[in-house]
């Protein structure tokens, strides 16, 4: 599941192929983008700002970005001149074409084309990969929001990005296990500067990594076997061997997995 991670190391990877070169042609295949053609625009710098990509142009004067969200399901592939895609034409959103490939996002759930990136991302809070992250900020915004609001849960406060920006739904059951909070805990229970610093250790750990890894002891065969709960209903708790619970939300990226015994469970 894309999260701000999964974003920052897509940037890591997109830059080479297209950081100061010319597009040559651009294919953008939403309604609203249909007119829009960016040939001859040269990339700046590509970036990810909490879970968007933005890849900034410059044309002259003048400056753009071309600013995408993956949702569940979203993803930009690097293509060698005339290499078949890997992905079903129908579901490509956008095609930016260099001198010596094309990068193509397939299935992305949002895409724009911005006069100005940063403000359009603006309601953001503090980015937890991002250059100027600032984690007293990000604590301030988690313990005002609980302080605000006695029934917001954890969760919702932790995928609430203008709080902090980067944090999905893997990330929002480890936290909760880390912090050995039930995820329905109101925010204004949970330590907000111990929730900040277990987020970024877990974003900056796993920004370059292909196989995210929560729990620092490398496990192969089985998925989700790196993570604490995260995927592993029915399993034992690394922990205390207590089975995972699984409880499934209304959208399918908000289950909440945890452990009865090492997460308390929230008084009533
Ligand atoms: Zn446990």
């Not at 920052?8 to 997109?14: D, Q």
């Not at 944090?167 to 330590?191: A, Q």
């Not at 610093?197 to 998925?223: H, Q």
Request: overall charge positive.
């Amino acid at each position: 599941m894309p999260e701000g991670d999964t974003v920052f190391a897509l940037a890591t990877r997109l830059r080479p192929v297209l950081a100061g070169k010319t597009l040559t042609r651009t294919d953008f295949r939403v309604p609203r983008l249909a007119t829009v053609d960016l040939s001859g625009w040269s990339v700046d710098g590509v970036r990810s700002i909490g879970k968007h990509l933005v890849v900034d142009l410059t044309s002259g004067e003048r400056h753009c970005a071309i600013r995408s969200h993956l949702g569940m399901d979203g993803s930009w592939r690097v293509f060698a001149p005339g290499q078949r895609w890997t992905k079903p034409a129908h579901t490509a959103r956008a095609v930016l074409t260099v001198d010596d490939g094309a990068v193509v996002g397939f299935s992305l759930r949002e895409l724009h084309v911005d006069a100005d990136p940063d403000r359009a991302l603006a309601h953001l809070g503090p980015d937890l990969l991002g250059p100027a992250w600032d984690p007293s900020a990000a604590a301030a915004n988690l313990a005002d929001a609980g302080a605000r609001d006695p029934g917001l849960t954890v969760s919702r406060a932790l995928l609430d990005q203008r709080n902090l920006a980067g944090i999905g739904n893997v990330y929002r059951n480890e936290i909760c296990f880390l912090l050995g909070v039930h995820p329905s805990t109101s925010m204004s229970e949970v330590d907000a500067e111990q929730a900040v610093s277990i987020a970024r250790k877990l974003l900056w750990d796993n920004r370059l990594r292909t196989v995210r890894n929560t729990t620092g002891i490398p496990a192969r065969g089985r998925r989700h076997e790196d993570l604490w709960v995260y995927g592993r209903a029915a399993r034992p708790c690394r922990r205390c061997g207590t089975s995972i619970e699984r409880v499934d939300g209304a959208d399918r990226d908000r289950i909440t997995f945890y452990c009865p015994t090492c997460q308390l469970t929230v008084s009533e």
